[in-house]
């Protein structure tokens, strides 16, 4: 049975290409970048050169990109220097962000008695900015305000612009979660008002367990893991040298193949949704389908019915890859503290289907005929 892959927005196929980019890294070219004799030259040269060719993608300076294990590492190490290193007694965040964030801001909410408010989420998914101007204004302390950039969910944008110069406004520090947005949008971080954002390598098809944290030059933070020399003081233990080849290869060609993928992708997820409506009695969308949103994810509402609540166990039991929320979460399906936050309707399944540019109009075809014979 071939399978169908629409989870994509939980990880992403290694580009070939990526694959042979990191090759070399794990065969011949296996010297610790931290020794001096020439195997290890040849190593630290491949990671300064993936870390300026990944500052300049992301029009950073290479002495602001850190390399980590991925996007939860990054976003528990700005959420922790916030308040240990720069001074933040408060933190403002949404109920909708990821766990790599809401676990780390109730933690420290919890065990360091830092201030804590949620930021009101609109019925159309988005943050509602009055409210955070509010939280801002009445907070009466120095702030972290937490907000992703694209939610993974239901893929709603928030305009980073729009926050960073709200946060400059009231001197508070701005991290970003930008995982479903690094390799999938262009940044300009010279020129956006943010100290913190992170990425992903396996969310646009590099390699898993590698990731970045863009620091701002301006802010000074100490480490998160300790014992070593690496990353420049930043970050201890030995590098995970192939990991980050891959990372900047799969950026590189994310980046070249922007324009066309996003148009593809895009197009596929919006002939999805109408051949939902077409087909399916009382379908709906979460989030902003048709206005500020990740054009990777389709967040599609089901009407509840003993049929659609075994949706996706039977679609995997016929090849189809989609999920309930984020894969983080499931498994033990506890339901999605997302679908939760903006729609609270227990009358509805959501079933998130998220693309990338190896998958076909084909398979959407698939998939539709599929969901008649199941709902």
């Known amino acids: 049975m071939e399978r169908i892959y629409f989870d994509n927005a939980a990880t992403t196929a290694l580009d070939p290409v990526v694959l042979d980019a990191m090759l070399p890294y794990m065969t011949e070219k296996f010297g610790n970048p931290s020794s001096i004799y020439s195997y290890g030259r040849e190593t630290r040269l491949g990671i300064e050169n993936a870390r300026k060719s990944v500052a300049k993608i992301l029009n950073a300076h290479p002495g602001e990109i850190f390399f980590t294990s991925g996007g939860t590492e990054s976003s528990n190490t700005a959420i922790n220097a916030a308040v240990k290193d720069l001074g933040c007694k408060h933190i403002i965040s949404s109920p909708i962000e990821h766990h790599a964030t809401l676990h780390t801001v109730e933690h420290l909410h919890h065990h360091d008695g830092i201030g804590l408010s949620f930021v009101k989420i609109l019925p159309s998914g988005h943050v509602d900015m009055d409210h955070l101007r509010q939280l801002l204004e009445e907070a009466g302390q120095k702030c972290l305000v937490t907000l992703m950039h694209a939610n993974n969910e239901i893929g709603n944008l928030i305009d980073i612009h729009a926050v960073g110069t709200l946060c400059k406004e009231f001197d508070a520090i701005f991290h970003s979660d930008t995982v479903q947005t690094v390799g999938h949008y262009p940044f300009d971080l010279r020129n956006t008002p943010v100290h913190f954002i992170t990425a992903a390598g396996h969310k646009f098809h590099g390699p898993k367990g590698v990731g970045i944290l863009y620091i701002n030059e301006n802010v000074k933070i100490s480490p998160f893991i300790q014992g ?13 040298l192939y990991g980050i080849i891959g990372f900047a290869k799969a950026l590189e060609l994310a980046t070249e193949q922007h324009e066309e ?22 379908v709906m969308f979460n989030g902003d389908l048709h206005g500020r949103s990740l054009y990777t994810v389709l967040n599609v509402s089901f009407p509840k019915s003993e049929k659609s609540e075994m949706i996706l166990f039977n679609l995997d039991i016929n090849g189809i890859c989609a999920s309930g929320g984020s894969a983080c979460t499931s498994g033990a399906n506890a339901g999605s503290h997302v679908i939760r936050a903006i729609n609270s309707n227990p009358n509805q ?16 075809d698939t998939v539709i005929t599929k969901l008649k014979e199941l709902i």
Do not use: C, W
């Not at 070593?228 to 995970?240: K, L, P, Y």
């Not at 197009?267 to 109408?274: E, N, S, V």
């Open 349 to 364: 399944i959501a079933v998130r289907f998220s693309f990338s540019k190896n998958n076909t109009k084909e398979e959407v």
């Open 261 to 282: 993928h996003k148009a593809y992708i895009d197009g596929l997820r919006k002939y999805m949704a109408a051949e939902l409506e077409k087909n399916i009695p009382g």
């Open 228 to 240: 070593g020399s690496q990353e420049r003081n930043m970050r201890a233990g030995t590098e995970n």
